[in-house]
């Protein structure tokens, strides 16, 4: 079953948009249009089930979703820890902010079990599941779910669950 953050934060259901912006991808090795392709393609599976859209700003002003690559600490408390280990992370709504550990081998197209790296990190997946953290979502005890806290590196899962539908549709 999945689970929200303590006393269930979310956007305010009168938000039917949310805007994000890449802030910081220097740090990455893949180019922004990737990027921006595989983060436009995480949140379209979220909008699918709820009444929200995703847009992309340039604005950092205006960006209700901040996301940036980091290595190390990086100014919030929760500093990353070089190959594996965590992954990214995302605060809870309405936070917005999404970090992700530059140090990992992110695979950002085709086909990461094919990889010859054994460390390679899905990048969608990963932003697939961050993204359900900053809907307001916690983690999962379905094993199929977006939201269950295990990903095998090498490995691509994409597709909501049942579960994952349920919960955000409960919320929003
Ligand atoms: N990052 C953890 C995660 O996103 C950070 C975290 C732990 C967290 N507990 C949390 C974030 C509670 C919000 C709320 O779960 S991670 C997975 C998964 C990570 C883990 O790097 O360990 C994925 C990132 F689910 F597979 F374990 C992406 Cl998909
Ligand atoms: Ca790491
Ligand atoms: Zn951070
Ligand atoms: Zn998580």
Known sequence: LYTYFQGNPKWPTSTQELKYAL????????DVATLRDVFARAFSRWAAVIPMNFTE?????????????????HGDGEPFDGPLGTLAHAFSPT??????DASETWIASGDVTKSSSNVAVDLESVAVHEIGHLLGLGHSTVEDAIMYPT???????????QDDVSGVQNLY
């Open 151 to 161: 990903l095998t590196v090498r490995t691509r899962k994409v597709d909501l669950a």
């Open 57 to 73: 700003t340039t604005s950092t002003v205006d960006a209700d979703i901040t996301i940036g690559f980091y290595n190390g600490s």
């Open 23 to 30: 802030i910081a991808t220097s740090a990455s090795t893949i």
């Open 95 to 100: 936070d917005g902010r999404f970090h992700l």
